[in-house]
Each structure stands twice: as C-alpha cells, then as structure tokens.
C-alpha cells in the first residue's frame, strides 16, 4: 500500500499565483453544490478534464467529490482510497488508486483525464496526484477494458436537474467534509495536470498555476470568491445552487497559505484505553466531547518552534463544564492521546486558562500561576492566546483584555505572561490547543486560527500581514498560524 505523505502540498512555498479563498463543507450541514438547470448544448462525453484542490477535513467515510449520474469522484471509506468512477449507462468502470489520503493538514490536488478516443486503452483515463501520473492500482481497477469513442454520462445533452453534484453524489447522502478550491472542468479538453499546476524549482513541491486553457462548452470554474454566491461559475457558463451553505463557508486556508486546524488524529483515550472518539467537525475548528467523565483535547495541525503567534478559542454553549485554553508541550500531548489528560496537567510543561459556563473556574493551570485576581469566562466570551516562543512566554486575553495585565509586547521581560517550564522540550514544539471535561451534557468548543471558524465575528481583524480572520486584532508582531507566516517567521 503506498501512503501519500511529502508529495502532499502544505502551502508553505511562495508562488506566483495565489488563491484566495476556499469553500468549506461539512456532512453535518448536508453542504453541497448542484447544478439544478439543463444544459441546453452538448458537450463532449468522450473527452474531458476535472481538477481540484481538497483538504480533507474527516477521515473513513465514503464521499464524493463530484458526481454526475454514476460517473465522478469518492473517497472510499474506511481505507480512504480514491476512486474514480465512470458509467455509460450499462456498464460501470472504476480507477482505483492504491495509496490513501489521510493527511487532514494538507491540501491535495487530483486531476482526472478522460479521453476516449486514443487508440491505446491505458491512455483513455489518467489521474494524477499532486502532479504525479498515477501508474500503481486496486485490483478492482477495470478502466481498460473501455472502448475506443465510449461516451459517459457527464457530457450527455440535456441532462436532468440535480445532475452535476460538487460535494456529494447524485442521490444524496455522501457528503464531502473537506476545504475545496480552484474547481475545474474542461468539456472536450484533455488537460494533463501541468495546465493547473507545477513542480517548485526550489522545494520540487507541486503548486498550483493559473490555468489559460479553454473550457468547452459547458466546462466551469469554481473559484469562490464571491461569498454572496459561493456556486457561481467564474467562467461565466452557469452556476450552481448552494444546498446549506452559506457566505459563513466561505474560507482563506487555500492551498497556498495553508492554515492550522484541529488534528484528527489526536484523540484521547479514557482511563484504562477506552477510546472517546471526540468529533471533529466544522473544518477541523469544532472539537465535540463523546465519553462522559473525561477530558478530551484538541492538538493544532501546525507546530511552533519560533516566532509570535496568536490565535482564538471559546466555549460552543453552555454544555461545556470546564474548558481550557492554551498550548501543548510535544511531550505532554503523546500523554493526552493515551490518557485522561488535557492542556494545563498540573505538573507538566503545558499551560492553559481554565474557564467554563459551568465551572466559574478562572485560572492559569497549574494553581501557583493564577491571573491575580482570576477571571471567570463562559461561552459568551472569547479567549485569545498569544505564544511568544521566541522569548518564551505566554499571553491570555478575554475579549481583547490580557488578563494579568499582559503585555505581549514585552519582550524578554514577560510582563504579565507566562514562562513556558524549563525542561525537556523546553524551546521545542510547542502546540496551541484546546481540552475540556464531559460533565453531564455534551461538551464542545471552537478554535479560530484564522482561516476558517465558526465564530460569528462582529469586527473582523487580520495580523498585520492581512492574513486570518479574528474577533480581536494579533498583538503587534504575533502573527495567525498559516504556512506564508511560518515560511517568514517560523
């Protein structure tokens, strides 16, 4: 089985072309995209192209990226593999790739050819994969037994409505959890992935160009930079209509500043081994409690080895008992995914402001580093964090005031901050995180490292890079953590 893992573009290469937004989907929403006209013209069923950007946001499910008909995209399940399949109205060939895409802090780029009337079966359908053509695959892959001049279901004139899905499948029910960006088809252009993309000269990873070619003649573009239509066709042939989704969805982690979110593949696991298999949702920015009487934690996919970084957090509701913002030491987090743990252990290196609507708890954990005098929060406030890992120390904020009278500013003196502990791992990886304690009710909390959340923000503030979307504006000189700023400061 191969694994895709350093081919995976993670933003953090300058590039000529940058892409601004993204849409986030969610399978807890139902958000799609459809295309709900008739297309009037024909298009071509035997030649076509699909490109697209995707960072993965859930893992195991069986999900499409697009589908028309029986024909389109889908991660298959629990192994995570994608399949390409096609349909002619009787018979169903498949593309099965053998490697799997569980990499939730990466963004992907899958380029789908077909093109049916080359004389040589292998070449009638081709993907690559972050600019690689794809040459090892599933033994249920039958893609070349098509014949030559074969016609599938996505050029067919007069499709129906609900034909063309981005998100989900024609059906219904398979929705995508995932950042999408740069959306293409081209009807009747067989493109090969070096029209959207291309190796970097320094870093050989694939980044994405500005594609010039042709789009047929009901090709689209989906570039979702107009939050007010996020379904609109930018190459002006018709658009889509959004099923759930609304400007809210609209995103600025893009494959080229990609941004950190929660990390799927931390989960805590009870006394005793048993798992709680928190839920992740909402672009990875929503951590969901799901085993009464224990902590559970949320881990940044981006770590902090140098630098000023800020980012924001808040109770989801009432439900959530105790809640703790802060960070985690790279030692002390290996314990959370094995034990009842969570940021601010008493006696370990991590350090978070303890709160809650339920609690009335207000403190730095461990007790001998409370706020003088504590201050309460409950989900009606937001908690900013700002980690100085240069001089080593670490600032709290509720609702735009540093508690304690914090100055992150201050440099070597640390006023009103918190030293990070001496140690082992001390001035290593430290990552921003989240935890809280299943009480009673069910228990989540929002994160907000600027390229996506769920916060309703009132008086939107970026660093002063112009990167990330807060409540409340960075300290000068912290910066949200996205790869353009760890590429500068990082």
Same mark, same amino acid.
């Given at each position: ?75 298959? =399940? ?64 039958? @893609? ?43 009807? =009747? ?21 500005? @594609? ?107 439900? !959530? ?93 640390? !006023? ?61 000189? @912290? ?12």
């Amino acid at each position: 089985m191969a694994f895709l893992t350093e081919a995976a573009n993670r933003g953090s290469i300058s590039t000529g072309y940058d892409i601004d937004y993204s849409l986030k989907l969610e399978p807890d929403n139902s958000e799609s995209l459809t295309y709900t006209g008739t297309q009037s013209s024909a298009g071509n069923a035997k030649t076509w192209t699909w490109s697209g950007w995707i960072k993965r946001t859930e893992l195991d499910a069986h999900t499409y990226l697009f589908s028309a008909g029986y024909t389109g995209f889908q991660f298959m =399940g629990t192994e995570n593999w994608l399949r390409l399949e096609l349909y002619n109205g009787s018979t169903t060939y498949y593309l099965d790739l053998d490697m799997v895409f569980r990499d939730t802090s990466a963004w992907y780029h899958i380029v789908g050819q077909v093109d049916t009337t080359q004389a040589t079966a292998a070449d009638r359908v081709k993907i690559w994969i972050n600019g690689v053509l794809q040459t090892e695959f599933r033994a249920s892959t039958n @893609y070349t037994n098509i014949s030559q001049n074969a016609e599938f279901q996505i050029g067919k004139t007069g499709s129906s409505a609900n034909w063309l899905k981005v998100g989900d499948w024609y059906a219904g029910g398979r929705y995508l959890a995932a950042y999408i960006a740069e959306w293409h088809y081209t009807d =009747g252009v067989a493109n090969d992935a070096d029209a959207f993309g291309e190796f970097d000269d320094d870093t050989n990873i694939w980044k994405p160009i500005e @594609y010039k070619g042709s789009y047929g003649t009901n090709g689209y573009y989906l570039d979702f930079s107009d939050s007010a239509n996020l379904g609109d066709d930018a190459n002006g042939s018709f658009s889509f209509t959004e099923g759930n989704i609304t400007a809210a969805d609209q995103a600025t982690d893009t494959p080229t500043n990609n941004f950190a979110t929660l990390n799927v593949l931390h989960k805590n696991s009870g006394s005793g081994g048993t798992s709680n298999n928190s839920i992740f949702t909402e672009g990875n920015t929503k951590i969901t409690g799901n085993l009464s009487g224990y902590w559970q934690s949320g881990v940044s996919t981006m770590g902090i080895t140098s630098g000023k970084w800020y980012f924001e957090a808040k109770a989801y509701d009432s439900n !959530t008992h105790i809640s703790a913002v802060g960070y985690g030491d790279e030692g002390d987090i290996e314990n959370w995914a094995v034990g009842n743990d969570f940021p601010g252990t008493s006696g370990s290196k991590s350090y978070a402001y303890i709160g809650g609507p339920a609690s009335g708890y207000g403190q730095i954990s461990p007790s001998t580093n409370q706020p003088s005098p504590a201050v309460t929060y409950n989900q009606t406030n937001i908690i900013g964090v700002a980690i100085d890992a240069d001089n080593g120390y670490v600032y709290w904020s509720k609702d735009g005031t540093y508690i304690n009278s914090g100055n992150p500013a201050s440099g070597s003196s640390g !006023t009103g901050g918190i030293a990070v502990p001496t140690g082992t791992g001390t001035n290593g990886t430290l990552f921003p995180a989240v935890g809280f304690y299943y009480h009673t009710t069910i228990p989540a909390m929002l994160v907000n490292f600027g390229g996506y959340t769920q916060f309703t923000i009132s008086s939107p503030a970026s660093d002063a890079n112009g990167y990330g979307t807060f409540e409340y504006a960075p300290p000068s000189g @912290y910066y949200a953590l996205c790869t353009k700023n760890l590429a500068e400061y990082g």
